[in-house]
């Protein structure tokens, strides 16, 4: 089950990288896509990756 464990930290890492960057894009002006397509990904890339978080630790604890 430590595998399991590891393999969903690594997504959430992964998710959660995918998160910051769509942040640092939504910082910039002018950029494409718009803002609001922005937010959506933040909030579905951070929402997945907390939610990989969650379940790899409950794994790795029981």
């Known amino acids: ?8 930290f690594s997504l959430s890492a992964v998710f959660f990288y995918g ?5 640092f894009h939504f910082l910039k002006r002018g950029v494409y896509p718009p803002k609001q397509i922005l937010k959506k990904r933040i909030a579905v890339f951070s929402g997945g990756g907390l939610l990989l978080l969650l379940t790899g630790w409950l794994i790795y604890v029981l």
């Open 1 to 8: 089950m430590k595998g399991a464990a590891f393999i969903l």
């Open 19 to 23: 998160a910051i960057r769509f942040f």
